[in-house]
């Protein structure tokens, strides 16, 4: 089965401007999960979607960071505008469960390198 | 409070050698799980094992074993015969149905030295 998918694998942009990752799930996956890892950090949830409505974004800084989630399939994540604090690799994932059953093992993408300079 | 604590930042052994990577968590929740996943330089995580708080048995896969306790709350990974290959940053992870997340430790680099 194709892996979870994501674009582009690295992003140089300068503060304050904006920045878009997307994510392709793995088919057939109804949570969708975007995560962000600073250097020497474990991941830190910014979102979870299940199907296309957001089931946690307590994590995410909503006044520069939003998220979507069209028809329960691909996601995308925005930055705007970019802080030098934003720099880190944001990693999709995704699983088949939904509500408790989110503990089944989540697939990750490769992962966005986003550098802000 | 959820979280998880490796305490192990980096390690480096020689080939052959065995590893132990540790794992401590942290929950009030009785029902959870916990999860290792490895990450090789490429970023992707991979993951290794899940393991839910009622199923103490320890598990082997390969050169690949975990060991849970409850009463310490731990939940450590050994490679034995370790490879170069084995080069990866390990998380340890936990999940649990009251904070409906996966929490994950701040990872152990390991590298392996031919």
């Known amino acids: 089965e194709a892996g979870v998918a994501q674009s582009p694998r690295y992003k140089i942009i300068e503060k304050r401007q904006s920045v878009a990752f997307w994510c392709n799930p793995i088919?057939?996956?109804?949570?969708l999960y975007w995560y962000q890892q600073i250097l020497g950090q474990g991941p830190k949830l910014l979102i979870q979607f299940q199907n296309n409505g957001v089931v946690d974004d307590s994590q995410l800084p909503k006044d520069r960071f939003s998220a979507e989630r069209l028809k329960g399939v691909d996601s995308t994540l925005k930055i705007q505008p970019a802080k030098l604090e934003d720099s880190a690799v944001y990693l999709c994932a995704s699983s088949p469960g939904t509500g408790f059953y989110s503990n089944q093992p989540q697939h990750f993408g490769d992962g966005t390198r986003l550098s802000i300079l | 409070a959820q979280k998880v604590t490796q305490a192990q930042t980096e390690i480096s052994v020689v080939e052959k050698e065995d590893v132990t990577l540790d794992c401590v968590y942290e929950t009030r929740d009785t029902t959870y799980y916990l999860f290792w996943y490895k990450q090789p330089p490429s970023g992707e995580l991979v993951f290794l094992i899940r393991r839910n708080s009622f199923d103490e048995q320890n598990e082997i896969s390969g050169r690949y074993s975990w060991n849970f306790q409850k009463s310490t709350s731990s939940f450590n990974f050994t490679i034995t015969a370790s490879q170069v290959v084995d080069s990866a940053v390990y998380f340890c992870a936990l999940f649990s149905g009251g904070y409906n997340k996966l929490i994950f430790g701040a990872g152990t680099r390991l590298a392996v030295h031919p």
């Open positions: 088919s057939g996956h109804a949570t």
